[in-house]
């Protein structure tokens, strides 16, 4: 398990989480910030983000859980190389 990849995951879910916990649509500096780590998502999993948006517009079904957002990129990522 690659740490980098699973820290990254929380580190989003937890970002989103708080938003939705506060309440907080588009506030620019946090927008901002998690729009960077989404970006960072797709480079670490080497996924275009219209992949990766498909589970992270969706993170309440997985209940904000870092390690399953992890998994499931995963999945795609070995998908996407089986396909290639």
Request: with cysteine.
């Amino acid at each position: 398990m690659d740490l980098d990849k699973v820290q990254a995951c929380w580190v989003y879910c937890n970002l989103v989480k708080d938003m939705n916990d506060d309440n907080i649509i588009a506030y620019y500096g946090i927008d901002k910030k998690r729009t960077r780590l989404h970006d960072e998502l797709c480079t670490l999993f080497k996924l275009e983000k219209q992949i990766t948006k498909k589970y992270t517009d969706n993170l309440d079904k997985i209940k904000f859980n870092g390690t399953e957002l992890y998994l499931l990129l995963l999945k795609e990522k070995n998908l996407k190389e089986v396909d290639s």
